[in-house]
């Protein structure tokens, strides 16, 4: 299935996905639950016959926006149109962000596609677990190691948190950092972080000595 366009706003495509829509035969397909992470819409997808559910499968709707000439949108004119393509988890997306609990409430198809993709979103969700738990680590003060030393900055001193892009894969989180060695400031991931030489105490104060470094992710 290729790409569809044909909305003026993303709130008003994401609307229409999650709405109940009649399909062949009498069945009615609607959105269980369902999760917006940038532009990926999560959702687990029922199908019901005369009340009765008959099967559940997760969806993935890829949101993208175009710029259109010349095209009008309910008498207005419009810049921009909103369109989707969808994928099923046989599919085997690349985007691994999709809700981890949706594993457990969709019975697994059972092919190889499915099978590969469930293992690499727990990966994800795993490793996102345990750089959230290292990130509550980093406090504005602190002066840390980094991870590299083939550049000539060595060590860098917190300044202020900084996250952009919501959740999901396409989310960006880092500190505002300053170079120890020659004053400048600069964004840095914490995966860039190798231990911290002096945690800010209680008190506010720097204590000079070093703590554990954080587990590879």
Request: aromatic share 8%; glycine share 10%; with cysteine.
């Amino acid at each position: 299935m290729g790409w569809l366009f044909r909305h003026n706003t993303k709130e008003d495509l994401v609307a229409e996905l999650i709405a109940a829509q009649a399909c062949a035969d009498g069945v009615v397909c609607r959105a269980l639950e369902h999760a917006l992470r940038g532009n990926r819409l999560w959702s687990i997808c029922v199908h019901e016959k005369n009340g009765v559910e008959i099967g559940r499968y997760i969806r993935l709707d890829m949101l993208c926006a175009r710029r259109e000439e010349g095209v009008r949108w309910l008498g207005h004119k419009c810049e921009w149109s909103w369109g989707y393509k969808t994928l099923g988890e046989s599919a085997g997306p690349n985007a691994c962000d999709c809700p981890l609990r949706y594993l457990d409430l969709v019975p697994p198809p059972g092919d190889s596609f499915s099978v590969a993709w469930r293992v690499r979103v727990r990966d994800w969700h795993a490793k996102q677990a345990l750089r959230r738990r290292f990130f509550g680590k980093v406090a504005p003060g602190q002066v840390w190691e980094l991870a590299s030393n083939q550049q000539s900055i060595r060590q860098v001193r917190v300044i202020s948190k900084l996250t952009t892009g919501g959740r999901g894969e396409g989310s960006r989180q880092g500190w505002l950092v300053e170079s120890m060695d020659h004053g400048e400031r600069f964004r840095c991931h914490p995966r860039h972080l190798k231990r911290v030489v002096s945690p800010v105490t209680a008190n506010g104060v720097t204590a000079n000595h070093a703590i554990a470094a954080h587990p590879s992710p």
